[in-house]
């Protein structure tokens, strides 16, 4: 239904396992195997959230370590796909938007959570995703 397609999955572990039938690893290195090779079987792009974020589309990889604990709350994914969704939007390739989105979603955490502590909300990240654009703001 998904294979071919413009598609982009951001399963947590748990999701993970759900979708594809197994555990997305204990190491770094076997979620970067197993992200890889669930991205290039379905030809999508996958977005496995955790302690580490693991990006492929099957052919390249990209690992996101900005985050902070204080985003272990509900809401932060949702965020995330929202930041995704609009970047897919503009026309920007799902590996990039899916890199990009989750690198704008965990500074956007780190702002937060710098400003209020680890009791942050997913409506204080909202509040900081301008902040964070801000720097790589262009006028042409």
């Known amino acids: 239904m998904v294979k071919g397609r413009r598609v982009v999955v ?26 890889m090779k669930e991205a290039r079987q379905y030809n999508i792009t996958v977005l496995l959230k ?23 709350v509900g809401g932060t994914g949702d965020i995330l796909s929202g930041l995704l969704a609009g970047l897919l ?20 955490g780190i ?11 997913p409506t204080d990240m909202v509040d900081e995703i301008a902040y964070v654009m801000k720097r790589y703001d262009k006028i042409t």
């Open 10 to 35: 951001t399963p947590h572990a748990g999701e993970f396992k759900r979708l594809f039938g197994y555990d997305a690893g204990a190491s770094e290195q076997e979620r970067v195997m197993n992200v």
């Open 50 to 72: 955790g302690w580490v974020d693991v990006i492929s589309n099957g052919f390249k990889v990209a690992i996101n370590r900005i985050h902070t604990c204080a985003m272990t």
């Open 111 to 121: 702002n937060a959570y710098n400003r209020l502590g680890l009791h942050i909300m």
């Open 89 to 108: 939007a503009k026309g920007m390739e799902p590996f990039d938007a899916a890199v990009s989105s989750a690198y704008i979603n965990g500074s956007a």
